[in-house]
């Protein structure tokens, strides 16, 4: 009975912030502007579209809260971006400062449920934000080839293209196989470089080179050619998700085990990739979830594709940091294979041939 009560509250919390989403998107790009404008300025005359992204990707957390009943996802990103804004000379209290600012725009709400539910929410998150200090390091203390991984980062924040591109091939001679490359190499230097960004000891300029010097490294791989009447797999980013790098190295693998391979672009919205299966009519649909909040397109998308194709729905398969990072919230969407990192893919392509 409890439970039950408790996601009529849920539910009646999470129509009331989609319904006021841009009062509180406005709130929180206020306050931004308040108390952490030394943080945005490095972002020029993009602050204000920055500081409204920042501001619907809070409110992206806070609904997966929501229909999660957890919220670490939340702390945890709150902790991220109170490490971001503190190390650019933001106040101190700029983000329990924007979280009071968010109680306010549903201060009057007209459901009590609902208006219980956010505010319950909200003071967990201020309450666990006292008690945890700092955020969480990304960066791969004891990666195994340690040396080659260091000498990689210093290349790619040093935009020295001819160094990465060599230590990149020694790595593919010495692996042999692009996900291993990826394992060992790129993902703990870009890993590496994520967190330096955060503590703001690079720029998001430094940041973003080193990212399209890896894409384009990977853009040099050949893919594997596949038979005219092998399966399809169909790739793609969860809707909301712009951190492509490793789709890449995905679709070399499913290549490499004898697949026909379509990746969509980067930015490819719910209803573009719901189309792009109806055209194709892949044996596997791929996505890639970065951020927990991804779960719940993922999750949206998937209901709508049995839905429209019934039996005839691809196989799910569902992978990403937000897959690793939070396998209980992943795993309430059945019928979905899991692949929570690139070093599992291949565990995970067998038993695609087996079901598919």
């Known amino acids: 009975m409890i439970e039950h009560a408790r996601i009529i509250e849920a539910a009646a919390a999470r129509a009331m912030l989609q319904h006021r989403r841009e009062t509180a998107v406005d709130a929180l790009a206020a306050a931004f502007r308040a108390c952490a404008a030394p943080a945005w300025q490095a972002c020029g005359d993009a602050a204000e579209v920055e500081m409204r992204n920042e501001a619907h990707r809070l409110m992206d957390f806070f609904e997966a809260a929501l229909v999660s009943y957890g919220n670490e996802p939340l702390v945890r990103y709150l902790l991220w971006l109170r490490q971001v804004l503190s190390a650019r000379q933001a106040a101190p209290d700029a983000v329990p400062y924007c979280l009071d600012q968010l109680e306010q725009v549903f201060a009057d709400a007209a459901s009590a449920s609902a208006r219980a539910a956010l505010f319950a929410t909200l003071r967990e998150v201020q309450y666990a934000l006292r008690w945890h200090r700092s955020a969480r390091d990304w960066r791969v203390h004891s990666p195994p080839n340690g040396g080659d991984y260091l000498a990689f980062e210093a ?15 020694r790595s593919l001679d010495h692996l042999a196989h692009p996900v ?12 590496s470089i994520g967190c330096q960004w955060q503590n703001n000891q690079i720029s998001v300029a430094q940041e973003h080179r080193a990212t399209a010097i890896v894409e384009a490294l990977l853009a040099t791989l050949p893919l594997s050619p596949a038979a005219a009447d092998a399966p399809t797999a169909l790739l793609a980013l969860a809707p909301g998700n712009r951190h492509g790098v490793g789709l890449r190295v995905v679709a070399d693998a499913f290549a490499r085990a004898g697949w026909q391979t379509r990746t969509l672009p980067a930015g490819s919205t719910l209803p573009a990739i719901i189309d792009a299966v109806a055209q194709d009519m892949p044996r596997v649909l791929a996505l890639s979830a970065a951020m927990a909040h991804h779960l719940l397109s993922t999750r949206l998308l998937f209901a709508r594709l049995r839905r429209l194709h019934g039996g005839q729905a691809p196989l799910l398969l569902l992978g990403g940091l937000a897959v690793a990072e939070y396998p209980d919230i992943a795993a309430r969407q059945e019928g979905v294979l899991f692949c929570p990192d690139l070093r599992t893919l291949g565990q995970c392509l067998p038993r695609l041939d087996k079901v598919a």
Request: aromatic letters at 8%; hydrophobic letters at 55%; one cysteine or more.
């Open 155 to 169: 290349a790619l924040l040093a935009g020295d293209c001819r160094q990465a591109r060599q230590l990149f091939q």
């Open 180 to 191: 291993a490359v990826a394992v060992d190499l790129l993902q703990p230097a870009l890993y």
